[in-house]
């Protein structure tokens, strides 16, 4: 059962009209695609469907290969067709074959959009009886190389996407978890944590924000928190990885809570700043909702990336992000505030325990005006009353004020 499955999804096909609509000339496809790829057909079985309502009917079919299968299924109304190969690597690696063959059958579909996903199947280690009872059954992330955590976890989905690895894991203590290259992401069950303090200081500081921009934030949860307040128009999400935000749609609605499909939501696939560098549009709030500093997405902490963000702000706009863990992570939570100090007047520096990273965790708001630390408990409660703003799970007219309440050791780390 050790193997590799890979899916796509092809929109908007260009391909020859024989390949949506004829069973024996995708049956030939797939032959011939089975041959020049090295892989060993064994037999297969098409079915094509009659019209329905005025519209022709698409073909359904499998492959059965000595590796494993082939499946297509063909879509002509709207120009669709999904595509899953799947070969076991028990015995030999065919990985490098299955992707030769969906690449050869995509090919001929000519598709103007296509989302691929990589799923590794049989974790071979489950089979081997020397696994430790320690280690089988926990997912685990390092904090350092001298630290790690972990929880109890279920492996539900897992995917290689062209930027990242992807998982989905079911967990006891807080449901559906997402990660990305074994780094926590999200969970169900806490991630209002992150979001809510990732979101509302800065906010509810802002007299009244109207659009704001989330550089990542593929899992939709910052966006949520950004809808709750009456003034939010619009909200620009500028995600690299499709998958990510396909993904989320899929199993994390408890996150996003339909906010990715909000008609005030622009989900934008993409470099964030190569997007908004060719845009005039200015942000009340820009929300930097990334993987953390020390990972590939480190390029979009530089100073120079900072200074492309302090451009996109609208006047008394302001700068959020995530910092990393003073704990863990001193040194690059002082170079990161050293870099925000030299782009902004006003950097304020604040921190949370946020369950699902282990940890006490750093962020900040950077501004030339706008200062949270200039709201007080009394002002958050106006404003949260008249705004609305409801369903909270963590911030609060107190908790504000806590959030910027520094410990001496991270005080230490900002002079």
């Known amino acids: 059962m050790h193997g590799l499955h890979l899916t796509a999804d092809l929109y908007q096909c260009t391909g020859h009209e024989r390949f949506m609509l004829d069973a024996d000339a995708i049956a030939g496809l797939c032959r011939e695609q089975t041959a020049a790829s090295g892989l060993t057909l064994v037999d297969d079985r098409w079915v094509k469907f009659p019209p329905y309502e005025g519209q022709p009917g698409g073909v359904t079919g499998t492959v059965l290969l000595a590796e494993s299968h082939l499946a297509i299924h063909t879509w002509p109304e709207t120009g669709s067709v999904t595509i899953d190969v799947y070969v076991c690597n028990f015995s030999a690696d065919n990985s490098d074959k299955a992707r030769r063959l969906m690449d050869g059958v995509i090919e001929a579909y000519a598709p103007g959009q296509v989302l691929r996903q990589q799923l590794m199947r049989g974790d071979i280690r489950m089979a081997q009886p020397h696994v430790q009872e320690s280690e089988a059954g926990w997912a685990m992330e390092p904090l ?143 929300l930097m909702d990334l993987t953390d500093p020390d990972t590939p997405a480190s390029a979009l902490y530089a100073p120079d990336s900072l200074a492309r963000m302090k451009r996109v702000l609208a006047p008394g706009g302001a700068l959020v992000l995530h910092l990393g863990s003073p704990v863990f992570h001193g040194a690059q939570v002082a170079e990161l505030v050293r870099s925000l100090r030299q782009q902004f007047a006003v950097v304020r520096c604040y921190g949370l325990y946020i369950p699902l990273y282990g940890a006490y965790w750093g962020l900040a708001v950077a501004s030339d005006e706008l200062d949270p630390l200039e709201l007080k408990a009394q002002q958050v409660a106006e404003r949260l009353r008249q705004r609305k703003v409801r369903d909270l799970q963590y911030y609060n007219e107190q908790v504000h004020g806590a959030l ?10 900002l002079k």
Do not use: W
Request: charged share 25%; hydrophobic share 40%.
């Open 404 to 413: 910027f309440a520094l410990p001496n050791y991270y005080r230490e780390l």
């Open 144 to 286: 350092t190389p001298h630290a790690r955590f972990g929880y109890r976890a279920t492996a539900l989905q897992s995917l290689q996407t062209p930027y990242q690895k992807l998982e989905l894991l079911q967990t006891p203590q807080f449901g559906k978890v997402l990660r990305l290259d074994d780094c926590f992401m999200t969970s169900e069950g806490e991630e209002f944590f992150y979001h809510e303090a990732l979101v509302h200081p800065a906010a509810m500081a802002h007299p009244a924000p109207r659009k704001a921009l989330i550089l990542g934030g593929g899992d939709g949860g910052a966006a949520e928190e950004l809808l709750k307040h009456p003034s939010i128009e619009r909200v620009v999400l500028a995600e690299l990885d499709e998958a990510v935000v396909q993904f989320s749609r899929q199993h994390l609605q408890s996150v996003h809570r339909g906010a990715l499909d909000d008609p005030r939501v622009e989900v934008c696939i993409g470099d964030g700043l190569a997007l908004m560098d060719a845009s005039d549009e200015r942000f009340d709030l820009a």
